[in-house]
């Protein structure tokens, strides 16, 4: 089974600055096989992006994503009030899917 | 409008059994591969289970192989999971989950989830 980890746990920021979080892989997969979710205290999760870099149906361009191979970064250009939340990485290998533990964005 | 809608859970005990239902408007329902993904009080997410638009194919993870079924009622809109021999450590909310038009792995709608809860 493919382990993803992320970090750091926790980013504290303030809005309007700038976010990267890192997933990191224990294989090398296809980047096409990258997703990044974002989700908020009592929602359900959110498709950021997938393959990688490719952002899904309305999310706005200040969502970046890129990495290859076993290292992955998801960029948040500026931070809005409500881009806090916990961000999760996913892969698929093998039939199988995997989730990292999550980086939580909180406001500093 | 997509729309998902979990139902199903509740308190159960060990060893008993449950089954979840998700009920799915908005969209050619077996045209897409569906999922269920779990997440524990305070923890990540799990991908618990998937199956194709057709339900020939289904797929589990590792920790529910063989206790869980996925199947899917095409005619009624409707996924479901049946869930055998629970465990304690099956207690999390479940969500289902539409895969994309580009990968059954990719999950581009959500519902809000069915809290199912493992205990004595």
């Known amino acids: 089974e493919i382990v993803l980890t992320q970090s750091p746990g926790t980013l504290s920021l303030s809005p309007g600055e700038r976010a990267t979080l890192s997933c990191r892989t224990s294989?090398?997969?296809?980047?096409?096989?990258l997703a990044w979710y974002q989700q908020k205290p009592g929602q359900a999760p959110r498709l950021l992006l997938h393959?990688?870099?490719s952002r899904a149906t309305g999310v706005p361009d200040r969502f970046s994503g890129s990495g290859s191979g076993t290292d992955f970064t998801l960029t948040i250009s500026r931070l809005e009030p409500e881009d806090f939340a916990v961000y999760y990485c996913q892969q698929y290998g093998s039939s199988r899917i995997t989730f990292g533990p999550g980086t939580k964005v909180d406001i500093k | 409008e997509v729309q998902l809608l979990e139902s199903g859970g509740g308190l159960e005990q060990p060893g008993g059994s449950l089954r979840l239902s998700c009920a799915a408007s908005?969209?050619?329902?077996?045209?897409?591969?569906m999922n269920w993904v779990r997440q524990a009080p305070g923890k990540g997410l799990e991908w618990v289970s998937g199956?194709?638009?057709?339900?020939?194919?289904?797929y589990y993870a590792d920790s529910v192989k063989a206790r869980f079924t996925i199947s899917r009622d095409n005619s009624k809109n409707t996924l479901y999971l049946q869930m055998n021999s629970l465990r304690v450590d099956d207690t999390a909310v479940y969500y289902c989950?539409?895969?994309?038009?580009?990968?059954?792995?990719?999950?581009?709608?959500w519902g809000q989830g069915t809290l199912v809860t493992v205990s004595s």
């Open positions: 908005g969209f050619s329902f077996s045209s897409y591969a």
């Open positions: 199956i194709s638009g057709s339900g020939g194919t289904t």
């Open positions: 393959g990688a870099s």
């Open positions: 989950a539409k895969g994309s038009s580009s990968g059954w792995y990719r999950f581009d709608c």
């Open positions: 294989q090398s997969i296809s980047s096409s096989y």
